[in-house]
């Protein structure tokens, strides 16, 4: 319990953290009263601009500005989209199923591919099996999202018409933004099973295990794969992170309506409020998902649990 | 492999499933298990048993044909230095020899008759664990750390026993009391870092004890713990060995543990048996140079004080290559041509007591 509490706190801290930069954001471009009156300023009398920022509230303190923006954030109130005219906090969450929808989709299945491949390669080093998982890794380490995502859309979208090329909707729309989105983590946690569980196959426990007389299907997956995975679950818990941050570009080339697309959107229209909104609702989720993956962890490895 | 990786630190490959650890030596009798009449009273019969590691660095030639007997119930001492091929030699028995790089060239091991080199994964599996159990020699990590020890437990049991789950629980409780484990009810729901070394090392004998095993091979079973709980484990393999009737073979290099429990003792040096005696005989009338050497650098207690700590000078062989030889000639004062050239076989001096050693007599005169 003691456990959960710390975790809990430290989630804290970061999404303290992240609130800073959120906020901060608005002042590192310059002034923020001219950035949001932009060109109309230039029609402006300068006691109009001066009411404009005493209205904002840009004329107070740094800190007290942060005050009032935590204070009000934390109802759910990051003020208005300038270009939509409704609350940002709704703009984003609009979006938000869409984002946690295509993240969760990819997510399973990288773990779905990644860690039986692994377990297959490590089983049959050296053998063709390993050979090829090796290849196909290197393959989805190295290949740009973008270029994965528009080479799919040329063959399975373009020539074969299998499947549609954009937006969303149907079960059929979310199956190449996945597999874009999924290419990089199955790779990089398939060949992590792999060496994880060639490093177990070594202790000594595993070679007490088979002293034992137990099936080596068992040895391998009652002993080794649970070993295995505690290194896999750290790379996993980084990898939620990555899935709903990071899957900017590829909502953005499968036109899929989601909180990455609307924040780049975002960002060209100085709509701040939005950004600062959608930067801060994705770091609450991904605090929230790697304090799951803290228990995950603690859960799998009894040591964790009691030392703490 | 604990303290003995230095063996198999070259291998070239560190990814292997452990599966198929004997090698396809055309001379072995394959898929037969033929009883051996002649030699039914014996427990174990190891003959001519070689091993290698085939590593980058070229071969190692860690057992050269070692033989030796277990008797039911008797309990043999395996000692030697580190790198005498004391752990490969037994670990050889179950096969659970890392292969790669390490195989099995030769030989044959021979329980309760049956050749446990022809048997089959299945069959093999059925000794395992069942009739000849292990204990090893670091408890801090021969446990799996993410599992309960009552998993750990009832895994071996149910591996062997058609016992429901409630069953084998209700027996690890009662072999987890027998090995000295306090309040083991409880203690079965718990992690193996949750114990001590020396009740890890409890916990191991309660899990080799499980299914009843004629033959227990404990590989260094004190080496990593406490002076006191070293004799504590040494006393409760006496005692349970007496009650149960197991045979052991006890491997270590420490010489008063094994004068402590030992019935007879096998000398190992660079892949040999070089002596093997009952143990009494061997502590009184040592025939090989390399055990004399190896007695006289016990720390005495009746010895004058300030008296210097005697060694055996060199050291011993890299086992990289064929040796030729007796392979203690480089170190043994005692050593002639013949010694360099000709290596001495296993040859009777007393009865049940065998030296490889052209000028045992000679040395036994200057000891």
């Known amino acids: 319990m003691r456990f959960i509490i710390r975790r809990l706190l430290q989630s804290l801290i970061v999404v303290f953290g992240v609130s800073i930069i959120a906020f901060g954001m608005l002042f590192m471009t310059g002034d923020p009263t001219e950035i949001l009156l932009g060109n109309g300023a230039d029609h402006m009398t300068v006691a109009q601009i001066q009411d404009f920022r005493v209205k904002m509230g840009f004329d107070r303190p740094w800190y007290v500005q942060y005050a009032s923006f935590v204070g009000k ?8 989209s300038f270009v939509r005219h409704e609350p940002a906090y709704e703009v984003i969450m609009d979006k938000m199923p869409a984002t946690i929808q295509l993240a969760s989709v990819a997510f399973v299945l990288s773990l779905l591919v990644s860690i039986p491949l692994g377990v297959l390669s490590a089983m049959r080093p050296h053998k063709p099996i390993d050979r090829i998982a090796t290849v196909l890794a290197l393959i989805g380490q190295s290949i740009p999202s973008f270029w994965l995502g528009i080479l799919l859309i040329l063959l399975f979208g373009v020539q074969l018409k299998w499947l549609p090329i954009s937006g ?7 199956i190449m933004p996945a597999i874009t989105l999924a290419a990089f983590p199955i790779a990089r946690n398939m060949r992590l099973t792999r060496s994880s569980m060639l490093d177990f196959m070594q202790r000594d426990f595993v070679r007490t295990a088979r002293a034992k007389g137990i099936s080596e299907t068992r040895v391998v997956y009652a002993h080794v794969l649970r070993n295995s995975l505690l290194p896999l679950v750290t790379s996993i818990g980084l990898e939620a992170g990555f899935l709903l941050g990071g899957s900017v570009i590829t909502e953005t080339i499968f036109g899929w309506p989601g909180v990455g697309r609307e924040i780049v959107s975002a960002i060209g229209s100085k709509d701040f409020n939005v950004v600062q909104a959608g930067v801060i609702m994705l770091a609450l989720i991904f605090a929230g998902v790697n304090l799951i993956i803290d228990l995950a962890y603690s859960w799998i490895d009894p040591r964790i649990r009691y030392d703490t | 492999m604990g303290r003995k990786s230095v063996i198999q630190a070259n291998s070239p490959s560190n990814a292997d499933t452990g599966k198929g650890q004997v090698s396809d030596t055309p001379s072995l009798d394959r898929g037969q298990i033929r009883p051996e009449p002649a030699l039914a009273q014996k427990l174990l019969e190891v003959r001519d048993l070689k091993t290698k590691f085939y590593t980058v660095d070229g071969v190692v030639n860690a057992l050269n044909g070692i033989s030796y007997s277990v008797d039911k119930g008797e309990c043999l001492a395996i000692v030697g230095e580190s790198g005498s091929g004391k752990t490969v030699g037994v670990l050889s028995i179950l096969r659970l020899i890392q292969s790669p790089p390490g195989r099995i060239v030769g030989g044959s091991i021979f329980f309760k008759g049956i050749d446990l080199l022809t048997l089959d994964d299945r069959a093999l599996r059925e000794i395992r664990g069942g009739a000849i159990a292990v204990i090893f020699q670091d408890p801090m990590t021969s446990l799996n750390p993410v599992m309960r020890i009552s998993a750990q437990i009832t895994e071996n049991i149910m591996a062997h026993e058609r016992l429901t789950h ?20 409880k203690r079965l729901n718990d992690y193996p870092h949750q114990f001590s070394g020396g009740m890890r090392q409890r916990v191991m004998i309660a899990m080799a004890l499980s299914c009843s095993p004629q033959l227990i091979i404990a590989d260094e079973p004190t080496t990593a713990l406490d002076v006191t709980v070293q004799a504590q484990i040494v006393e ?9 009737g197991t045979a052991v073979i006890w491997i270590s290099h420490d010489l008063g543990v094994v004068a402590r429990l030992a019935d007879r ?7 040999h048996i070089v002596e093997t005696a009952p143990v009494d005989e061997l502590y009184a009338r040592p025939a090989h140079p390399y055990t004399i050497g190896l007695l006289n650098s016990l720390p005495r207690l009746d010895a004058r004080t300030k008296t210097k700590l005697q060694a055996i000078g060199g050291l011993p062989p890299n086992l990289l290559g064929d040796l030729r030889g007796c392979p203690f000639a480089p170190r043994c004062r005692f050593a002639t041509n013949r010694c360099r050239e000709e290596n001495p076989t296993l040859a009777e001096v007393a009865p049940g007591h065998a030296v490889a050693c052209w000028h045992d007599e000679l040395t036994r005169a200057q000891a």
């Open chain 1, 73 to 80: 954030a934390v109802q759910g109130d990051f003020g208005y």
């Open chain 2, 236 to 244: 409760l393999v006496k005692k349970l060995q007496a009650e149960l």
């Open chain 2, 166 to 185: 409630v069953q084998a629980r209700a027996k690890a409780v009662d072999l987890l009391a027998m090995v000295g484990i306090p309040t083991p009810a």
């Open chain 1, 168 to 174: 969303s909707g149907s079960w059929q729309h979310i």
């Open chain 2, 265 to 271: 003792v096998a000398v190992m040096y660079a892949g």
